[in-house]
């Protein structure tokens, strides 16, 4: 269930509280149940002073200094985390690590025709099973932290990443709702959420 003892309350805003409290209010029970099929998520621009040292740490110095970056504060049904919006070398970026600073995974934005045709066809093949009408809003190339380290990942450019994240406004149920899908590199599905809110006080959509 939601940790609120991790959230500093004198950092939260009106709007965090508001969505702390719809968070609390779903009981545990429902939070389980938002976990496999949900994604809820408020997020706010906070310094880098307030970041943990252990992520700043962790992001290679040529990096971290180049391009126009913002931080975020994240809360969602999972918890809380620290979030790295940054662009460099024209390529948008998002780096997240969990509350103690420990690197969770990097995200690189992308069109969806930048996939090869046939990771594109798998893919929409598999919407077409999903949804009756959709519209694909936003890729990510996504890596995840748990096998490699954020410089080695950095390091390595066009490098294989482990998943594919789609933003997907789609018609199912009889009615139109945004979705969150995760695919594997070979174009599975391995998560589907639905995203029933999403509050954003000052977030920067690069």
Known sequence: MFDVKTI???QVDIKSILSILILIFLGSECVVKAQQVYKYEHETGIAAHKVPDKAIAQIPTDFYEKGKKHWYKEWSLEGMSYELKTRVAKINYSIEFDSNGVFQ????????????????????????????????????????????????????????????????????????????????ANGKIIQEREIIEQINSDNLDF
Do not use: C
Request: positive net charge; glycine residues 2%.
């Open 105 to 184: 995974d990097i995200e690189q934005k992308i069109k969806f025709t930048d996939l090869t045709p046939a990771l594109q066809e798998n893919i929409n093949a598999k919407l077409k099973v999903l949804y009756k009408s959709y519209k694909i809003q936003k890729t990510e190339m996504q890596w995840i932290g748990k096998e490699q380290s954020l410089e080695k990942i950095l390091a390595q450019k066009n490098s294989q990443p482990d998943n594919y994240e789609l933003i997907v406004k789609a018609f199912k149920a009889g009615r139109h709702a945004q979705f969150e899908l995760l695919f594997d």
């Open 8 to 10: 500093d309350m004198q």
